[in-house]
Structures are given as C-alpha cells and as structure tokens.
C-alpha cells in the first residue's frame, strides 16, 4: 500500500493500493484496446465530454480543493484555484478537436494536404507540487487530440488523481481512455518510459528525472516533453514603483511553500535601490501567513515531506546571511520559515541550485547589462519578472532573458490560453496556449494524385 501523508499534520491521510509495473502493463493495455473507439468519437462529441467532464469536476470542486489542500499542504484559497484551473483548462481544449486544423499545399499533378492524427497511448508523468493542474495541462490537450492516457501521478499526492479517474467515468468517457496508475516513479515511471505501446511521455519534475527520462525514451524514439526545473529571476529596477515590486516578491517565491519551478528564487535588485527595497520586503515577509492549510488566512503551508523539509535547510546557513525569517508555526507538520538571504552572490549554492522551499536569495547588480548577464547565469531557463517604469527598457530585458515565461511588473506565469515551458535545461515543449494539441499529434501529408501520377 501507498501511505498517504498530510504534511501540516504528518498523519496518514489515506492508504492506497501501490500500482507495479504490471499494473501499468495492463493499464497501457486497456489504454491501447480504448483508442481505436476513442480517436474515432466525432470532434463535435469528443468536444461535448471533455465539457461535460469539466462539468462534472466543477460540481466537485470543493471535495478536491480540500483533498488537494490536505494532501499538498497547501492553503485552501490555493487549491480552489488549482482547481478551478482544472475545469478552465478542460473547458478550453474542449474546444481543441473541432480545431485540429491541417494545411492544403500547393503541388505539382494534384492535391497536397495535411492531417493531424492522434499519437497513441500516452503516459503522462507528474509532480506533487500543484498535482492535479499540472495533470490536466497534459490530460486536457491529449484527450482532445484523441489520444488515450495513463497518467502516473507524484506518489506523495496521488489522491486527486485517482478521484479523477472516477469523475472521467462520471462525466461518460469510455472505460480505459483515462488510466491512472499510483505507484513509485523508478518503477512505474519508469516503464511508461520504456513502455513499447506508449507513443510519448509527457513529463513534470525535476531536471534529474527528466534527463534520464529522456535518456530512457531514446531506446523506442519516443516523443517526450520536459518540464523540469526552474532558478528565475525577479529583476527589480531602482526606477521601479519598488513598494509593488517588494510587497508582490513574497508571493513570487515563497507561494506553494517555494515548492514551484516558477519561484522567482533570485532577487536581483540595482544597488541603488537595495536598502529600500529589502525595507519592504521586510515588511511584506512579516505580515505572511504561514499556517494551517484549511485556514482562510493562510497564504502559506508546510513542506509536502521531511525529506523535503532536510534539503530545504541545508541552504540555510551556508555562507549566505539571512537578512529576513518570517514565522512558522511549531509542533507536527514540516513547516518552515520563510527565509531571504541577502547579500547573495550568483556563485553561492543558493543562488545556483534549485532550493524547492521559502528560501529567496536577493543578489545586487549594478546596472541592466549585470542584470541581463546574471539572470541568464543558470542552466534554468523557466521563468521570471521584470520590475521597472521604462517601457523601453522592460522590453530590451524581456528580449535578452533566457527564459520561457516572463512578465513586466507582475509575477504571474501561468495561464490556460498561453504557453508554457522552458528553455535550457528546464525543458523542452510548451504546455497550455492554443497549439498545445501539435504535441499530441503527429502531422501526416497526403498527397492526392488528380493527373495520373
Ligand atoms: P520528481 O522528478 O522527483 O518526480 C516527478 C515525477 O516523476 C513523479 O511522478 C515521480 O514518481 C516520477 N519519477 C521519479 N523517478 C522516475 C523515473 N526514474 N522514471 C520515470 N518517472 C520517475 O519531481 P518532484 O519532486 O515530484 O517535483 C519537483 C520538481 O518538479 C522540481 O524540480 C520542479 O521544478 C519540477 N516542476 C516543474 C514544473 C514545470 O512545469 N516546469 C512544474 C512543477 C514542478
């Protein structure tokens, strides 16, 4: 059996049956028998179930908003969010299959034209950081391309994910078009990755997996997509309205408990602005609320494990100072404080690795080419924010940044109609926006011969 922890309490929450490598067999087994029945539901049908799936997981939003903020320790306002994403997300690809549009091409002797056919079996691996949003960015757009899915969710929090499962069925779609397998990544994972009768992984998680998941696919030439790690960096101007930029900063890094590849884990600030800055972030770290996740209030909760809890701390204390330490509460669950290193410099391990928890390392810069140079010193490239009043420079800087996702004052990253992904080493493929279907199918070119030959 899989135990479930709650990490604010660090009881059980729930013990579940720990799927093996058989179980994934049979499970990409019926995935497979469903397909053929599935890719062939009209667009305008297909449309309808994915609506009325999302449909249904709006009637059960507050049961999994509480479970997820149970299981992932984090504050329920958070979770109704997520969740609510869930059924966006849903109800935007149900516009995807009557979309899926080809291209006719003008040819020599006849008619040249494109198709997008679905890919097959696809096994979808995820993380426990936001567990069933980041399933559905992935779920949404492959069932509306016609593929069938084996979904293996993060062992932590496989509680969602397998309510789902149930709600798919609620909601109509076929036995076998939604699978989802709870059990551990190097064994389950694993052999969705080498699986011959899955077609492509798509992948969330950190960048060690995600290179050995790669590694893994190569033996089949399996399509992957890779969201992976993040180190980004929130570039505050001195001639930026600093009180927004310092009172938004908290949210950026320490949301999720930190626990999110789009922490903005790097603060860099222009010198000239730093006293005042650091001033109100002060502030704005004090006046946090760290605490029971299914409090109201709360705009923070523990770390989803122990283990989690060790590597956070180990960055702590390094050669960094702390310059900031909000509050936590004491006694069980993996709590931690909110923390601000500061002065930091890009060489530290705290600035080079990600951390995965409420550390945030403020680093001082003198002037926009240092700003430029040290936000791309990183072999993350996920995403970040800008901070300043000129529009000009804002631009110049969002242009130079390697980085998949950025916005000018604002720390927002994801949205259902845009897209979302890295550069470098924080993956590969773009999730979410209007083209997410192109990588869950495969283009085929048909040529059609009207002069014999
Ligand atoms: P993880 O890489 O440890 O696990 C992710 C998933 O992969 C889990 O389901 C796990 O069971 C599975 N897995 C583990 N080993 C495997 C193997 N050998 N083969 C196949 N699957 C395997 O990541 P995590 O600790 O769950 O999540 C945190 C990481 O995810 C962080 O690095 C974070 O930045 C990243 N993340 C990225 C994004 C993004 O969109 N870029 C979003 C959220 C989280």
Redesign the pocket.
């Known amino acids: 059996m899989l135990r479930v922890i709650e990490p604010a309490t660090e009881e059980v929450l729930a013990e579940v049956p720990r799927a093996t490598a058989a179980d994934v067999d049979a499970a990409v087994a019926r995935a497979r028998a469903a397909w053929p029945a599935w890719r062939a539901v009209a667009p305008g049908d297909r449309a309808a179930l994915l609506r009325r799936l999302a449909d249904v997981i709006a009637k059960h939003h507050d049961e999994l908003s509480v479970l997820e903020a149970r299981n992932a320790g984090k504050p329920i306002g958070d979770a109704r969010g997520e969740i609510g994403m869930v059924v966006d997300t849903f109800r935007y690809y149900a516009g995807a299959p009557e979309r899926l549009l080809g291209d006719t091409i003008p040819v020599a002797g006849g008619l040249g034209f494109t198709v997008r056919e679905p890919l097959g079996v696809v096994g979808l ?6 567990p069933l949003a ?1 399933a559905s960015w992935k779920l949404a757009p492959a069932l509306a391309a016609g593929n069938t899915v084996v979904l ?5 929090t496989p509680l969602t994910a397998l309510r789902f499962a149930e709600l798919a069925l609620e909601a109509g779609l076929p036995e076998g078009v939604v699978e989802v397998v709870a059990g ?3 064994e ?3 052999r ?2 080498e699986h011959p009768d899955v077609a492509k992984v798509a ?8 290179r ?2 790669a590694a ?1 696919a190569a033996a089949t030439i399996k399509r992957v997509t890779l ?4 180190k980004s960096a929130n570039i505050v101007f001195a001639d930026a309205d600093l009180e927004q930029a310092a009172a938004s900063a908290p949210g950026a890094v320490f949301g999720n408990a930190g ?4 922490a903005r884990s790097r603060i860099l600030v222009e010198r000239g602005a730093l006293d005042r800055f650091m001033e109100a972030l002060e502030e704005a770290v004090d006046a946090l609320q760290v605490g029971d996740p299914l409090d109201e209030a709360t705009q923070m909760g523990p770390l989803i494990s122990a283990g989690q809890r060790e590597q956070v701390a180990s960055f702590v204390n390094g050669d960094a100072p702390i310059a900031i330490r909000g509050s936590a509460p004491d006694g069980p669950g993996f709590w931690f404080a909110p923390t601000v290193l500061c002065p930091v410099s890009n060489d530290d391990r705290a600035a080079r690795e ?1 951390i ?1 928890g409420p550390v945030a390392a403020v680093i001082p810069f003198r002037d926009e080419a240092e700003a430029i140079a040290l936000a791309n010193d990183t072999i993350y490239g ?1 995403s970040g924010s800008i901070w300043t009043r000129d529009g000009a420079k804002a631009l110049r800087v969002a242009r130079a940044v390697e980085t998949g996702v950025l916005s000018i004052n604002s720390n927002t990253s994801v949205r259902v109609s845009t897209p ?3 550069f470098k080493q ?2 590969y493929g773009r ?1 979410l926006g209007p083209h997410a279907t192109d990588a869950y199918t495969e283009v085929k070119t048909v040529y059609y011969a009207t002069e014999g030959r």
């Open positions: 691996i995820t993380p426990w950081n936001f980041i293996k969710p993060a062992e932590l551990p990544g190097s389950c994972g694993a969705l990755v992948f969330t998680g950190s960048t060690e997996v995600g050995s998941i893994g969201e992976l790690g993040g626990q999110d590849c789009c990600e995965f996920l979302f992904g890295g924080s993956g999730e």
